[in-house]
């Protein structure tokens, strides 16, 4: 049954001033929701109703605990409600219900996570050097604009959603068009737990029009940001010109390296998991695996054999680790980079099509794809893909490795598979990417810091830091003297 949505723009729900439109289920094509798409006339109102909002006593004089508690109490609603957001997820993007799972578990945290760092967060008194009390005070920045993409949308919200909060902030919301359900209902979940009308918008719709408008609203104080790399950059030159502070989560091409030492179990499963887990619609995903000359041969058997046995199907068993891709056209553009690669002298050796069968039809689905015999510098090697494709590259040279690694305008993430620690180390401390992960990959926690370097993006979520984000510093001077200021006199 499709489901009606509607947005909430300033405290009310109802439907956004645009056209509407629908979303499909990737697994089958089926219509699931119908909603209004957003205008830049509905941000106009959203923002000024979030200005409003939060200069409210309710908003702006909650103390730490109570805005702590506010956040706690969206965790428990998420908890609560769990299995249902989970299988909203799924039928939004597609992906395997126990991945969603994760994410909505991992979204619970998130918030809980934030409500610490709120009732936790300190101001500093700073020494004096004169006859007065100086004090440094974090004040929420005012009103945030947060931007999502369709892949993880619940984890990347609440990553945006929970700091801002906790910072004292008012969120207008847009999530990505196509997958607008999880941001509604951590709206819906969030007016539970008590955040006051206005504070929190969502107006899905489309990036050109919404986003657009929301990031250059001159109400908007700062923009949190993941999606795609050229996107990115065009919100980085608006805000320039308005001088506001931006995160940008943006497109990663990232290296795993497996050495000659490396424990083969584990280094094939590693690679397996960080290219083909949400089928390859992932920002880390370890697209460029570089294998040592020595191990090559049996590990390219070996992953092969692996990518072979992945379960590719229905995003409802429990079974599945590979559903279908987002939509047609985002298979299409996986295709066409596969097609690219097979012209810039590749061979594919595993996948590189649709797995056959009517479960698959109509589902949007594309089969694990392994190629070898490219170099680093072609274009299958060096432009994000977002789906279940690696290339195969061997190495012999830690000196050319690091230099190819390195030759991205990526620098998201990379993994290194290595016996030897102090291999790890100096490999590790040569990517110029902002997560390493050695003997694992894709491993995530909210207390650790998450962002790119180079095109991958600026600034940092996550970790307990992360508030901070959200906060201008402001100082404060108390005059302490017992006479008026000399120079007056
Ligand atoms: P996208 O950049 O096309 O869209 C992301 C969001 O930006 C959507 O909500 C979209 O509507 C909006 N948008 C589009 N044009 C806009 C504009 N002109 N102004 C303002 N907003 C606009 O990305 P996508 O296809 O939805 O997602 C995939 C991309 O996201 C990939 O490149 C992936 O690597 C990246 N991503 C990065 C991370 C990270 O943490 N680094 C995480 C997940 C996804």
Redesign the pocket.
Known sequence: MTEKIKSLIGGEWRDASGPEYATHYPADGSTVARLHAATAEDVDQAVRAAERARQQPGWARLRPHERAGMLNRIAAGIRARGEELAQLQRLDNGKPINETRALVSSAAGTFQYFAAAAETMEDAITPARGDYLSMSVHAPLGVVGA??????PIA?EAQKLAPALAAGCAVVF????ITPRMAIELARIAQEAGVPDGILSVLPG???IV??AL?RHPLVKRIAF????S?GL??AKIAAEKLMPVSL????KSPTIVCADADLDHAVAGVLYGIFSSSGES?IAGSRAFVHASVYEEFKSRLIAGAKALRVGDPCSEQTQMGPLVSISHRESVERYVQMGVEEGGKVLLGGQRPQGDVYAKGSYYLPTILEGLPNTARMCQE?I?GPVVALLPWTDEADLLAQCNDSVYG?ASGIWTRDYRAAWRIGSALDTGTVWINTYKMFSISTPFG?TKL??IGREKGRLGILEYTGQKSFYWGLNESPLPWSL
């Open positions: 931007i999502t993409p369709w892949n993880s990347s847009k999530p990505a068009e489309k990036g050109s986003g657009d990031v993941t999606g795609g790399t996107v065009g919100l989560e943006l497109g990663g920002c994000e977002f998201l790119g991958s993006g």
